[in-house]
């Protein structure tokens, strides 16, 4: 790698010019009449009636995949521009222009969809089989499945037109309410991106004190918060019951290509591994010194910080580990961080979190995030790593197969923060590193075992909530605290009632149930991770296949086919938690005398 690394991102090989970009105008132009006359060959379409017939659709599937494939470039450029700075009008003009974009195309997809669930079985089978559309019948069946069970197509259009100014609008209200809040801190105003790293601190002083001024915060803020959450879990619910939709996790499973018998199943196992996920919160506490943990030192650092990690040395450390496992993996990561793909700098006006999008059309990837110096940066900054290789597996695939669902992005991402925190534990100089890297891992386990799990308790029972009516500040937050208490199994002193407010992840639109899904891929990836440990280097083979076949495949066809195993059963899942089960009698083990 090239030394010494940027810290920002490189966005003029996308577009030059950022949100004043005449070139990103032109495209976006183009794009529309694109879509215009695409529409047009879409209300032109006959149904197809023979094996013949379905080849007068072919042109209509390549400009849809073309519409699409661009679409997600112009709306993943948009994104990158207003996280890298809250303040950029531009950014927000172009959002909401490509929002408009966006939902022609999911309306023309609608009534295209609607052609496709109006062919005979016979013409379809026949036409499945055709080799230029062999490769997408995974996914155009899946559509035209889905069309028989939504509304007609002019409902659908309407519904896909309102959602522009109703749905998308009120998460982008959210965005504008994030963007207004500031938080005092030694003399400086903060953002919410950098007030949020002051709650990991290892310094318990600096934690409480952020975390009283992040509740405070998010307090005065809260009513807004309400509103733009009832308003968008209204809009789903009322189309939820236009469709006939009586399950509210129908949609966000049927996304995420899995069933609500798997998930079950998944959940049932990591109930039943929380007892010593509590015995680890507990002895935690003794060795900082606590009675009990607060919410907000779940994540601080056992014994004292050894400082900030360089970025140089993350990105270096994060290749070396990636190395072991495969070579082609360093090697993308090399080039992504030369390539000045990752916005990492720390400095005001930046949106909180991080993210990974890809650009299809390009063939890049794009990271964003706040680094920090802490094991936790380098934790997100292979996370997002590992979202952006998945990407680049798929770069030859049709626009459609690209199209994978969150469930296995998170797998793909966690995947390889497993690789470098196991790495990292196994290659430890002596007891103290090992403790703090092993808990590091654990502190994983714990996010995706309980606080993932109080994210789903709060929405699943918000929305129940929800069909009775508007839902205020202060039961939203009672409902979040009470989620919170079972999650945990009750081991906190103290929670994080605002949550709720704080977490971009309720106000997204473009997945409902932005929570269960990372601990799908959480525990889907440290089962793959266990066969790696079993297979050695032969794995990585099977481990890229598999991420190939992430968007042509449900989550249990692809296991089955791959790794030959059900996870409608919970062997494959016990695995997994065996895993994180023995990371945790490790820590206990190591700590017996120091919590004596």
Not at 223 to 229: E, G, I, S, V
Not at 256 to 285: D, H
Not at 489 to 507: E, I, M
Not at 575 to 585: K, P, R
């Amino acid at each position: 790698m090239k030394h010494p690394l940027s810290l920002t991102w490189e966005l003029d090989s996308i577009f030059a010019g950022g949100s004043s970009s005449s070139e990103f105008n032109h495209f976006l132009n183009g794009l529309e009449k694109d879509l215009g006359n695409l529409r047009q060959e879409v209300k032109n379409a006959a149904v197809p009636s023979d094996a013949e017939s379905t080849r007068s659709l072919d042109g209509i599937i390549e400009l849809l995949q073309s519409c699409s494939g661009r679409l997600i470039l112009a709306a993943e450029f948009a994104v990158c521009l207003g996280a890298q700075n809250q303040q950029d009008k531009g950014a927000v003009r172009l959002s909401g222009k490509i929002a408009g974009l966006s939902a022609q195309l999911q309306g023309i997809r609608s009534e295209f969809d609607n052609v496709l669930r109006q062919a005979g079985n016979e013409v379809w089978e026949q036409w499945m089989a055709r080799p230029e559309i062999a490769p997408l019948s995974f996914v155009l069946s899946e559509s035209r499945d889905l069309a028989r069970e939504k509304m007609s197509p002019e409902l659908e259009g309407l519904a896909l037109e309102l959602a522009v100014d109703g749905y998308h609008g009120w998460s982008e209200h959210y965005e504008t309410i994030v963007s207004s809040i500031e938080i005092p801190f030694e003399d400086k105003m903060l953002s919410v991106g950098q007030a949020f790293n002051k709650l990991d601190d290892p310094d318990p002083k600096v934690r409480e004190v952020m975390f009283r001024k992040w509740e405070e915060a998010w307090g005065g803020a809260a009513d807004f918060c309400a509103d733009t959450l009832n308003h968008l879990a209204g809009f789903r619910l009322k189309l939820y019951k236009g469709r006939g939709w009586e399950e509210v996790l129908k949609d966000p499973l049927s996304i995420n290509r899995m069933s609500k018998e798997t998930l079950n199943v998944m959940w049932n196992v990591i109930n039943k591994s929380k007892p010593a996920l509590v015995s680890y919160l507990e002895r935690k506490a003794k060795l900082l010194g606590m009675e009990s943990l607060h919410w907000v030192d779940v994540d601080a650092p056992v014994g004292k910080s050894t400082g900030k990690i360089p970025y140089d040395q993350a990105a270096a450390d994060i290749v070396t580990q990636f190395r072991k496992f495969s070579p082609k993996m360093a090697e993308f990561a090399e080039h992504a961080f030369d390539s000045h793909w990752i916005e990492a700098e720390d400095r005001p006006g930046k949106r909180p979190g991080g993210f990974c999008v890809s650009f299809p059309e390009r063939k890049e990837s794009r990271i964003f995030m706040t680094y920090s110096g802490t094991p936790s940066s380098v934790s997100t900054l292979a996370h997002e790593l590992g979202h952006a290789y998945h990407s680049y597996l798929l770069d030859d695939q049709p626009v459609f197969n690209q199209n994978y669902a969150m469930n296995v992005a998170e797998t793909a991402s966690t995947f390889a923060e497993v690789i470098v925190a196991d790495a990292q534990v196994k290659a430890a100089e002596n007891a103290e590193e090992k403790l703090a890297l092993l808990e590091a891992k654990i502190q994983n386990s714990v996010a995706f075992f309980m606080n993932i799990h109080a994210r789903f308790l709060f929405e699943t029972r918000f929305y129940e909530k929800r069909k009775e009516g508007l839902v205020n500040a202060e039961e939203l937050s009672a409902l979040m605290e009470e989620a919170q208490k079972e999650a945990f199994c009750g081991v906190l002193s103290g929670y994080h009632p605002h949550f709720w407010a704080s977490k971009l992840h309720f106000y997204a639109t473009e997945v409902p149930f932005y929570n269960f899904p990372y601990t799908v891929g959480y525990m889907f990836s440290t089962g793959l991770y266990r066969l790696a440990l079993q297979e050695g280097s032969t794995f990585a083979d099977k481990y890229d296949d598999l991420l190939r076949d992430t968007g042509v495949m449900t989550l249990e066809d692809l296991v089955a086919k791959h790794l030959g195993a059900d996870l409608t059963q919970a062997d494959f899942w016990q695995g997994a938690a065996d895993l994180i089960l023995a990371d945790i009698a490790e820590f206990l083990k190591m700590t017996e005398n120091f919590a004596s």
